[in-house]
């Protein structure tokens, strides 16, 4: 046997990297089988890609720097090739698209689920690891695939059990806020203007934070927080912080009639005017399939970052109210959202492919679907837990034990060394309804006593005496060995 | 818009890396389910760690050499320590068992499953990603984990459908080679001995494919292969030869007796006594458990590579017969494998925690369960296609789509922009059973054709005329849009 080393690593898990308990990789697990199930019906496929990808293919490689952006995990392969670990899972789709191209029918709907990696400074509740569930609609510039994303986004969290009105998908469209940009003279496609257009949609993007005021000082000459720090922004002029005042706040003064309102604003572009014809179109479709403006609606504050996106954009927002860290209330929030990328596949075939898609953040949502109780209550209690009395007799309790699963009971046979008291706690830790105990005076007469922990410790809450618990033995019972199954699945149905 | 780059990269999956189908990920993920029912009900706890951990909690850094193994995917964190892809899921369940011992249950059992990286030369079948499905039990000695482990096993593949015959669980023990080792001469605990006790072990897995000849070369001077290439032999005495080629043969001569046979060559070390007993421990467990030798059985044969173990070890083998790469009958193998190993925790505590566990090679076993016809069918063929035969009547097929959907029937409308004949194409490559068509006359019906793709390929095979096919228009139908969730069950239903 080989000698322990001396020099003994640490155990611990690295910077911002998790394990995950049973009781959330359960709700996990159900919740994916529920999001699939949606999905399928839908008629999205599903597709599995590797978690390494070619740093090029990933779009992450610098080459001006001859090295891979520093936000992505990466190696280098023995034949000297950048290898990067996926960041999403939209751009191994891409990679997935442009390499098999001809063979794929076209539209193409797949869903993909699997963790992702930042190489991102973690912090509270920032890991660098973490599951995303994507679906992606690829090779059509119809609005009707985005119609029917915010369809689906809206059918998986009913499913998921939030109510209607607790939840809502919003939609918005990057060509009308570049339409409202061109409007106040900022041109979104000229290299000179990117700074301010990025601070502009930052300003917009705090609307929900910081309010009317707060957004129009980042618009105009910059604001100073409540720290004292101070955000440079974007310096509009007054009439132009006037416009986008009015643009963000449409969908707040009249949701209903918000793209009558933004009109006047944007359709002085033709930019502008495709993306208000792309929203009136999706308006029309998700009305007629019966989704009111309380589950699919246009938002113009959704900004959706600063990404790929080309056009229709969504964001699934949890409506209810929460606590947040320090103790405000506010609106749960995203949990998930997405948009149109006409222009991704392109970057392997020069060829245009459009696309579009939304993306899951699956933690996000398993905590929201914790905090409304909607999670379901799998396996809330442990296997019951058969004590070994008799090490001569493991065979016999090990059968007892193989008797309640075949019953479809979740069971064990204690399988550590200890004696008698060291078993019960280990039954309590286990979380054990009930465990089975077997002497040599049971196994005499052919029984088995059922000792019932969750009665076991409420008696235990109203019982001070000790003789007295000795004289009652509460929630304990002897059944012959015939009835075991039966007086267990009795325990386990009163306790739910 | 920005430009497209002039250097595109190409689309292609890294080296050894692949991407998964529909087909693979259903048949899949319903096998994950099966084996994650199994497991549970025998009292075992889903873990799940993160994907990198520290390379030297892995211990695959090498101190002498200041760098990680190369074996393992390996990259610097920005705080300078070493990262490591996981390269199987025992190292990261030592790594939780060693950070969380106190507040375990003790003995822990979990399971775990997901993808493992190895920093390997790929080759036909040998991928540098792949998945694993563990169950393993920290924290006791008692060899009744160890018969818990096989019997798991063992309804693990007769939950999959794998009939009983079709499977074995083999069971050797580390103790007991060690024990014939010394018989031999071959101090398995001596640096010295090292090279020929591995020399000897990997002769003796090769038993089933060289036979009794060829093992027998490899333990005395050495073994010239087809090819002429030569193998160095472990220089074994006569015999010691005659000694290994007695245990390792004793199941084949006498299974029931196998382990009285091997007795007197490995009962003159205290090691090889307590490996027989272990193993006769073993035996009468699963006997009393109801699995005959026809399920779980001893097996000198089975070495279950050079790795940590260091007590019993256990193979699950399929033993029916399959042509390999050349077109040789073989039986199918090992789809999995495990043992005890007493030592892994050790490497951050410095105290002993004794472990046993089980690992399924996924991809193996799924590609086993479609050999024998048994990943169920799921998803045979597509989702029904609503087709679009007039662009301003979507939001009118997009509900007729989502009416299927809420029959709980899989359904799309068609997303192109392309006319009927592409359309039925896409329909065909999606594997649609039927398609759904509402032109203008239909639409003032009231009503919807609806042409069964399965039944009319059939047809087709059958009429050569063209005349003939459009006079006849087998396989289609109308009905009115009330009657067309039941008509399309019915075709459904025809088709299984």
Redesign the interface.
């Known amino acids: 046997?080989?000698k322990?080393?001396s020099?003994?690593?640490?155990?611990?898990?690295?910077?911002g990297?998790?394990?995950?308990?049973?009781a959330e990789?359960?709700a996990e697990?159900r919740m994916l089988g529920t999001i699939?199930e949606v999905y399928?019906?839908?008629?999205f496929?599903?597709?599995?890609?590797?978690?390494?990808?070619?740093t090029?293919?990933l779009?992450k490689?610098l080459?001006d720097q001859d090295r891979p952006n520093e936000g992505v995990?990466?190696?280098q392969?023995?034949?000297e090739?950048w290898?990067s670990?996926r960041y999403d899972l939209t751009a191994p789709l891409a990679?997935?698209v442009?390499?098999n191209f001809d063979k794929l029918?076209?539209?193409f709907?797949r869903y993909a689920t699997g963790?992702v990696?930042r190489?991102e400074k973690p912090g509270p509740g920032r890991f660098?690891?973490f599951t995303q569930f994507d679906a992606d609609?690829v090779?059509?510039?119809?609005v009707?695939?985005d119609?029917?994303i915010c369809?689906l986004a809206a059918d998986t969290m009913e499913r998921l059990g939030i109510a209607r009105g607790q939840y809502k998908i919003k939609v918005n469209n990057r060509k009308l806020l570049d339409g409202v940009l061109l409007a106040i003279g900022v041109d979104p496609?000229a290299d000179a203007d990117a700074k301010k257009r990025l601070t502009v949609l930052r300003a917009v993007d705090k609307l929900d934070r910081l309010g009317t005021e707060g957004v129009s000082r980042l618009l105009g000459t910059g604001r100073k927080d409540e720290s004292g720090d101070f955000t440079a922004g974007a310096g509009l002029a007054p009439d132009a912080i006037e416009t986008m005042l009015k643009f963000v706040g449409a969908s707040a003064v009249d949701g209903a009639r918000a793209l009558d309102l933004i009109e006047p604003l944007v359709s002085g572009s033709e930019t502008g005017r495709a993306g208000l014809a792309e929203l009136r179109q999706i308006a029309?479709?998700v009305?007629?399939?019966?989704y009111d403006r309380d589950r699919i609606a246009f938002d113009s504050t959704v900004v959706r970052g600063l990404e790929y996106y080309?056009g229709p954009v969504f964001e699934a927002e949890l409506t209810f109210e929460v606590k947040d860290e320090d103790g405000n209330i506010v609106r749960f929030g995203s949990v998930g959202g997405g948009g149109r990328y006409d222009?991704l596949v392109?970057?392997?075939?020069?060829q245009r492919v459009p696309a579009t898609g939304f993306s899951i953040g699956v933690s996000r949502l398993a905590a929201a679907l914790r905090y409304l109780d909607k999670s379901e209550k799998v396996?809330a209690h442990?296997?019951v837990?058969v004590l070994v009395m008799d090490k001569g007799e493991?065979?016999?309790y090990?059968?007892l034990a193989?008797t309640l699963?075949q019953a479809?009971?979740?069971?064990?046979?204690y399988?550590?060394?200890s004696g008698m008291k060291p078993q019960m706690k280990?039954a309590d830790?286990?979380g054990a309804p009930c465990v089975i105990i077997q002497g040599s005076q049971e196994r005499e007469k052919g029984e088995v006593q059922i000792k019932d922990l969750i009665d076991g410790a409420k008696a235990a809450q109203s019982i001070t005496d000790n003789k007295e618990w000795k004289a009652a033995r509460p929630a304990q019972f002897s059944v012959p060995e015939a009835e075991m199954v039966a007086a267990v699945k009795g325990v386990l149905a009163r306790h739910g």
Chains 1, 2 share one sequence.
Do not use: C, H
Not at 139 to 142: A, I, L, N, Q, Y
Not at 408 to 413: K, L, Q, S, V
């Open positions: 046997m080989a322990l080393p020099n003994r690593p640490e155990a611990r898990t690295p910077r990297f998790r394990d995950i308990d049973p990789i359960r697990t699939r399928e019906s839908y008629g496929e599903p597709l599995e890609t590797p978690a390494i990808e070619y090029d293919a779009g490689f080459p995990f990466s190696f392969d023995d034949d090739q290898l670990l990679r997935y442009a390499q029918p076209k539209p709907r963790p990696w190489n660098r690891q609609t090779g059509t510039e119809s009707a695939a119609a029917e369809m496609a029309e479709l009305a007629s399939g019966g080309t222009d392109a970057r392997f075939t020069g396996q442990g296997p837990v493991l065979p016999r090990q059968r193989q699963r479809g009971i979740r069971a064990e046979m399988l550590g060394t280990y830790k286990r």
